[in-house]
Each structure stands twice: as C-alpha cells, then as structure tokens.
C-alpha cells in the first residue's frame, strides 16, 4: 500500500507562485509514473502535470510555460513548481501515483490564487 502526502498549498496573489510537494511511502516510486491534477469547483478532475520514472514530463496546455513538474526518487518526492499563477489556478491540487497495475492518490490540497 502506498501513502501520499501533499503539502505546500495555500493563498497567493495572482503573478505570484507556489511549490508544492507530494511524499510517497513504499518502494515503488522510482518505477512510478507520478502525476499532478487539479480539481476547480463545478469543474471535472483535470491533469495538470506528468513525470514519468525515467523522467520524461508533460503538461497540460494551460500550464505550459509556468509549470515545471519534478522528483527526487532518492526522497520519494514529486514536486509541482507553480510560477505566474493565475484565478484560473485555483483549485484543489492532487497527487498521483500510477503503475501498470496499481493508482494511488493523495488527499489534495488546496490552491488559491486570489488578490
């Protein structure tokens, strides 16, 4: 079973930025696609952000540029670098842990982005 922690949510005024972090335990990481996505209210869960275990990244278009997703295998942690954020920006941001054959989630955490 693994748990993900996030943290590093909050307020923020627009322009302004947010780094958020998600702490996996067990020992799959390191062969683990990790993923960050967002939940607005009244809207659907949206991908926002993919690192893959060998490193390679994605994102969503509405992030591109202002994004940057990464993770440090040797801590079990993915990082959401958050810069030039937006109102649109506001929402509960989850991590996600997938293999081929297991997805796991973290409890979310909330992101404001409000003057």
């Known amino acids: 079973q693994v748990q993900l922690v996030e943290s590093g949510g909050g307020l923020v005024q627009p322009g302004g930025s947010l780094r958020l972090s998600c702490a996996a335990s067990?020992?799959?990481?390191?062969?683990?696609?990790m993923n960050w996505y967002r939940q607005a209210p009244g809207k659907q869960r949206e991908l926002v952000a993919t690192?893959?275990?060998?490193?390679?990244?994605n994102y969503a278009d509405s992030v591109k540029g202002r994004f940057t997703i990464s993770r440090d295998n040797a801590k079990n942690t993915v990082y959401l670098q958050m810069n030039s954020l937006k109102s649109d920006d506001t929402a509960v941001y989850y991590c996600?842990?997938?293999?081929?054959?297991?997805?796991?989630w973290g409890q979310g955490t909330q992101v404001t982005v409000s003057a």
């Open positions: 067990g020992n799959i990481f390191s062969i683990s696609t």
């Open positions: 996600n842990l997938a293999t081929i054959t297991q997805n796991f």
């Open positions: 690192i893959a275990s060998s490193g390679n990244t």
